[in-house]
Every structure is written in structure tokens, then in C-alpha cells.
């Protein structure tokens, strides 16, 4: 059963989950558990730093994953 109280992911939760960073298994739990909010205009933030860091096919499955 999902918790009623939404959580919001900041760019940094995602990217912890995402790179599988400690902390990783708490974010994906929170993810099944309970309802999550991923601010559009934080998505582009992850997408834009993962295009400056590493190359545009890593930003487009990140933000895929992101979606998902």
C-alpha cells in the first residue's frame, strides 16, 4: 500500500538512485512505497548535468528512467 504523503525527489536523490549511490536502496523504497513528485524543471537539471558530465545518449536513459 503507498503511503499518502508525497515525497518530492530533488536532483540529487535522483542522481543517488540513478548511480546507485548510498542512499540508493532508501530512495527506490521511498519510490515503491509511496508517492513521488519529480519536478519537471528538476528532470532538465539532471538531464543538463549528465549532458555536460558525460555525453546525450546518458541524459536521454537517465531521463527515460526518470519517466519511468
Excluded: C, F
Excluded at 26 to 33: C, H, L
Amino acid at each position: 500500500m503507498r503511503d499518502h504523503q508525497p515525497y518530492v525527489l530533488d536532483p540529487s536523490a535522483i542522481l543517488t538512485l540513478i548511480e546507485g549511490e548510498p542512499g540508493a536502496e532508501r530512495v527506490e523504497a521511498v519510490r515503491r512505497t509511496a508517492s513521488v513528485i519529480i519536478p519537471w524543471m528538476w528532470s532538465r537539471e539532471v538531464a543538463y548535468l549528465t549532458q555536460h558530465e558525460r555525453r546525450v545518449a546518458e541524459a536521454e536513459r537517465r531521463d527515460a528512467r526518470i519517466k519511468a
